[in-house]
Every structure is written in structure tokens, then in C-alpha cells.
């Protein structure tokens, strides 16, 4: 490394640490723990308790892909996001203040936390082991490559912590997201078809499957269908180590900010 190089990397540390301390200390404060409270009773069941993820995004990043500023947050807290699970939030302006007081103090516990596998290799083992063949990811605004059968995977670095990470890789069915949840249907005849619903009514029924074909049913012509207690995501727990350290990696290090 240059003189130049590790002047740089030295003055980035300081900055950390500096950040790091007055993060901590603004969780310590009187503002900072009533708004831990307002986060443990309106928050924690979809962040998390430590806003490490869950049906929510991680909020342990400290990088919100709608919320640069404080005030920004504060909107999108009170707003919700539109097409997500987010709702409105009926807090008085001034506890939703002291609630993002305490949200941003969650960005230190992640601030450090780096993945311990090699991502370029990660990279390598996604390819190999047909995660594109359900999920996709878009590249320098380009046309997002993969499949759709599971949630797509630009930002997954950003919204999810290491922990859920590996948690979803190794125990898919744990943590499913409402909007893909499996579906079977048998018919009559005794085909049976494994896949996404994509929509339902009283009289049909319209799901994909792995390999993205399209299936439309009357709900006459189904001896019985079914929604999955189980991911249609297999699990990789047996992986190597140094393959699922390596696949966690990549997928942390995805993090498009217009996602």
C-alpha cells in the first residue's frame, strides 16, 4: 500500500470510529432510548429488535435507499412506502423524531460488519449452484438478468443483514415473504403443478413455475390446491463453508441504490 493509500485508509478509520462513538452515545441519551421504545413497540416485529431485518429491510447498514437525511426518514416513516408492507405511521411528529433519533443509531451495529468469505467467488458459486434460475439481478441500470420466481437481489446487500443472509440460505423456510409463497395445484386428471401464485379469485387460479411458465386453472378442474408451509427455495446448507461464506459475501456486496 502507498503513503498515499494508507493516509486515506487511516483518516476512513478515524472517521469510523468518530462515528461509531457518537452513534453509541446518541443511543445512550434520553432521546435516543425513548425512541427505542417507540422502535420495540411500532417497529422491531418486521425490522427486527436489533434492526437486523425481517419482513422489513436491515436498518444495521446505516444506507436507506429512500432516506439520505433525517428528515428524509422522517417522512418515510410517517408516509410509509408505497407497495410494500410499510404502513403510515400515527406517531406524533415529535416521537417519530426520536424514533428515527434511535434508527439511526442502529447504522453503528452494522457499520463494521463485513463478510468474511470472498465475494468474486461467491459470484462463481451463485452461477453454479442455479441461484439466477429463480432470482435475478440488474447490472449498471441494465436489464435485470434471472429468474422471478424469487424476489430479485440488486439491493439485498443494503436490505439484509449478514445474519438473515445466511439464516435464509441455510433456513429458507423461516422467513418466506408474502409474496412468494408456493403454491400447488392437482388437477383432476392428477397433474401436478409446484409454483408462484400470481393470482387467485373464487373460480381461477394463475401460477409460474421454476421454469417460468405461465399456468391458468379453473378451480372446477383442481382436485386441490394448496399454499406451501415450505420456501420454494430449496436450502444450501450443504454448501462448503467456504462456499457459503463465499456466497454470503457477493450477496452483501449487492447493493444498487436504486433499488
Same mark, same amino acid.
Given at each position: 500500500?502507498?503513503?498515499?493509500?494508507?493516509?486515506? &485508509?487511516?483518516?476512513?478509520?478515524?472517521?469510523?470510529?468518530?462515528?461509531?462513538?457518537?452513534?453509541? !452515545?446518541?443511543? &445512550?441519551?434520553?432521546?435516543? &432510548?425513548?425512541?427505542?421504545? %417507540?422502535?420495540?413497540?411500532?417497529?422491531?416485529?418486521?425490522?427486527?429488535?436489533?434492526?437486523? =431485518? =425481517? #419482513?422489513?429491510?436491515?436498518?444495521?447498514?446505516? &444506507?436507506?435507499?429512500?432516506?439520505?437525511?433525517?428528515?428524509?426518514?422522517?417522512?418515510?416513516?410517517?408516509?410509509?412506502?408505497?407497495?410494500?408492507?410499510?404502513?403510515?405511521?400515527?406517531?406524533?411528529?415529535?416521537?417519530?423524531?426520536?424514533?428515527?433519533?434511535?434508527?439511526?443509531?442502529?447504522? *453503528?451495529?452494522? *457499520?463494521?460488519?463485513?463478510?468474511? =468469505?470472498?465475494?468474486? !467467488?461467491? /459470484?462463481?458459486?451463485?452461477? $453454479?449452484? =442455479?441461484? !439466477?434460475?429463480?432470482?435475478?439481478?440488474?447490472?449498471?441500470?441494465?436489464?435485470?438478468?434471472?429468474?422471478?420466481?424469487?424476489?430479485?437481489?440488486?439491493?439485498?446487500?443494503?436490505?439484509?443483514?449478514?445474519? %438473515?443472509?445466511?439464516? *435464509?440460505?441455510?433456513?429458507?423456510?423461516?422467513?418466506?415473504?408474502?409474496?412468494?409463497?408456493?403454491?400447488?395445484?392437482?388437477?383432476?386428471?392428477?397433474?401436478?403443478?409446484?409454483?408462484?401464485?400470481? $393470482?387467485?379469485?373464487?373460480?381461477?387460479?394463475?401460477?409460474?413455475?421454476?421454469?417460468?411458465?405461465?399456468?391458468?386453472? #379453473?378451480?372446477?378442474?383442481?382436485?386441490?390446491?394448496?399454499?406451501?408451509?415450505?420456501?420454494?427455495?430449496?436450502?444450501?446448507?450443504?454448501?462448503?463453508?467456504?462456499?457459503?461464506?463465499?456466497?454470503?459475501?457477493?450477496?452483501?456486496?449487492? #447493493?444498487? /441504490?436504486?433499488?
Amino acid at each position: 500500500m502507498t503513503v498515499v493509500g494508507w493516509w486515506r &485508509q487511516a483518516v476512513t478509520t478515524r472517521r469510523m470510529v468518530l462515528w461509531l462513538w457518537a452513534a453509541v !452515545a446518541l443511543a &445512550q441519551s434520553p432521546a435516543g &432510548q425513548q425512541g427505542r421504545q %417507540f422502535y420495540l413497540g411500532h417497529c422491531a416485529h418486521c425490522h427486527g429488535p436489533d434492526g437486523e =431485518g =425481517g #419482513r422489513g429491510i436491515n436498518l444495521t447498514t446505516g &444506507q436507506y435507499r429512500l432516506s439520505r437525511t433525517d428528515d428524509d426518514l422522517l417522512r418515510v416513516i410517517q408516509t410509509g412506502v408505497p407497495g410494500t408492507e410499510m404502513p403510515p405511521s400515527r406517531l406524533p411528529v415529535a416521537d417519530i423524531r426520536l424514533l428515527v433519533t434511535w434508527v439511526r443509531s442502529l447504522g *453503528a451495529a452494522g *457499520a463494521l460488519e463485513k463478510a468474511t =468469505g470472498d465475494a468474486a !467467488a461467491g /459470484a462463481l458459486v451463485y452461477r $453454479n449452484t =442455479g441461484c !439466477a434460475r429463480c432470482h435475478s439481478i440488474q447490472v449498471n441500470g441494465g436489464q435485470a438478468k434471472g429468474g422471478s420466481l424469487g424476489p430479485p437481489l440488486d439491493s439485498i446487500g443494503l436490505r439484509r443483514s449478514l445474519k %438473515f443472509l445466511r439464516d *435464509a440460505l441455510v433456513t429458507p423456510d423461516a422467513y418466506i415473504a408474502r409474496e412468494y409463497v408456493g403454491t400447488t395445484a392437482q388437477t383432476k386428471a392428477g397433474q401436478l403443478f409446484r409454483g408462484l401464485r400470481l $393470482n387467485e379469485d373464487d373460480y381461477s387460479l394463475q401460477l409460474r413455475d421454476a421454469d417460468e411458465r405461465l399456468h391458468s386453472f #379453473r378451480k372446477s378442474s383442481l382436485a386441490e390446491y394448496q399454499r406451501l408451509d415450505s420456501s420454494l427455495m430449496p436450502s444450501y446448507g450443504k454448501l462448503s463453508p467456504t462456499d457459503l461464506n463465499n456466497l454470503i459475501a457477493y450477496l452483501s456486496s449487492l #447493493r444498487a /441504490a436504486n433499488k
